[in-house]
């Protein structure tokens, strides 16, 4: 069974700029998760998606936005692109969506912001 | 959110001794307890996890020890191997359920010394 998958692994913006990344759940799974990873703040939770709704939201600006897809990949963008948004952005998906089910975590996506 | 605190932030230890990770938490009614590894240029993998109705769970080289009373829960990895030089997180959901996010640990950059 594959694992969770995202596009791209590496990416470069200028400041002002809008970025879109991708990941694809583990066949099954409903439940996406976006997580942010920076030296100085650690894994912080962004959103999460379950059948298409957003669930639940952590505590970013609207800058961050996601969707999910009937076949349950997930994208988010972030617009306005600022310095301090470079990040390791990690996506992790789960199957029935309750708290206690098992995330699993794509390899990333490294955002560096220039 | 839930408050989640992690010891230490660093630990070397001498091939084939013990580590011992801790973390305290701050909402009583959590109830699932996971913990990850984090190798370079990859997302967390799940490496254990523990529910709240058992106090201690073992796989191999590995347990993971749950005292609900106090608030807390530790990593045990006994005969430590360089390959388990990794950055290890504790991580706990909200205590409300109903949606799939984690509340992590700030790290512990574990160094395994050949």
């Known amino acids: 069974k594959a694992g969770v998958t995202q596009t791209p692994r590496y990416l470069i913006k200028t400041r002002g700029q809008q970025v879109t990344l991708s990941c694809s759940p583990i066949?099954?799974?409903?439940?996406v998760s976006w997580y942010q990873q920076t030296p100085g703040q650690g894994l912080q939770f962004l959103f999460e998606y379950f059948s298409e709704t957003q669930r639940n939201k952590g505590n970013f600006p609207g800058r961050f936005s996601g969707r999910q897809f009937s076949n349950s990949r997930s994208e988010m963008n972030v617009s306005t692109l600022e310095l301090g948004d470079s990040a390791l952005y990690l996506c992790?998906?789960?199957?029935?969506?309750?708290?206690?089910?098992?995330?699993?975590f794509g390899a990333g996506t490294r955002l560096s912001v220039l | 959110g839930e408050n989640v605190e992690q010891h230490p932030s660093t630990l070397s230890v001498q091939e084939g001794d013990s580590a011992v990770i801790k973390c305290t938490y701050s909402d009583s009614a959590s109830n699932y307890f996971p913990w990850y590894k984090q190798e370079l240029g990859k997302g967390p993998q799940l490496i254990i996890d523990i529910r709240s109705n058992v106090g201690e769970k073992k796989d191999q080289r590995i347990a993971v020890t749950l005292n609900k009373t106090a608030k807390h829960f530790s990593l045990h990895i006994t005969e430590t191997q360089p390959e388990d030089s990794a950055v290890y997180f504790c991580?706990?959901?909200?205590?409300?359920?109903?949606?799939?996010?984690?509340?992590f640990g700030t790290g512990t950059r574990l160094t395994v010394i050949p």
């Open positions: 991580a706990v959901p909200p205590a409300l359920g109903g949606a799939n996010n984690l509340f």
């Open positions: 992790a998906s789960s199957g029935g969506g309750r708290s206690e089910d098992i995330q699993y």
């Open positions: 066949s099954g799974h409903r439940s």
